[in-house]
């Protein structure tokens, strides 16, 4: 079992930045994909990005690429998402999930890639 907690959201103005902290616990030693997602209430979850973890291997969703950038810090088993020049329709909780890498280390925002979800934390951007 893993567990993860989102923390870092907040309120911004349009253009500013925010940064969203993933920390994993529990069982943690395996190599794993780990992807940030967005929901909007009343609106599907939409993935934003999704990196292979120990590694390199990073993917992004049109809309947020250039502005967000998704890295890792393995000694403290956390993802981050740095979200800069925000805009309004950004607004929504983001959560991270984890979950087995189906080849390799070839990760996507496919929801059904992911087994384990966090709680999720707000970012709201206003204009």
């Known amino acids: 079992q893993v567990q993860l907690a989102e923390s870092g959201g907040g309120s911004v103005q349009a253009g500013g930045s925010l940064r969203v902290s993933c920390v994993a616990s529990g069982n943690t030693a395996t190599n794993a994909c780990v992807a940030w997602f967005r929901q909007v209430p009343g609106k599907e979850r939409e993935g934003v990005a999704a990196?292979?973890?120990?590694?390199?291997?990073?993917r992004y969703v049109d809309s947020v690429k250039g502005r967000f950038t998704i890295s890792q810090d393995v000694n403290k088993n956390t993802v981050y998402l740095q979200m800069n020049d925000l805009k309004p329709e950004d607004t929504a909780i983001y959560y991270c999930?984890?979950?087995?890498?189906?080849?390799?280390?070839?990760?996507?925002?496919?929801?059904?890639?992911?087994?384990?979800w966090g709680q999720g934390t707000q970012v709201t951007v206003s204009s």
């Open positions: 990196t292979y973890v120990p590694g390199s291997w990073k």
């Open positions: 999930a984890a979950g087995a890498p189906r080849w390799r280390e070839y990760c996507y925002t496919e929801q059904s890639q992911y087994t384990y």
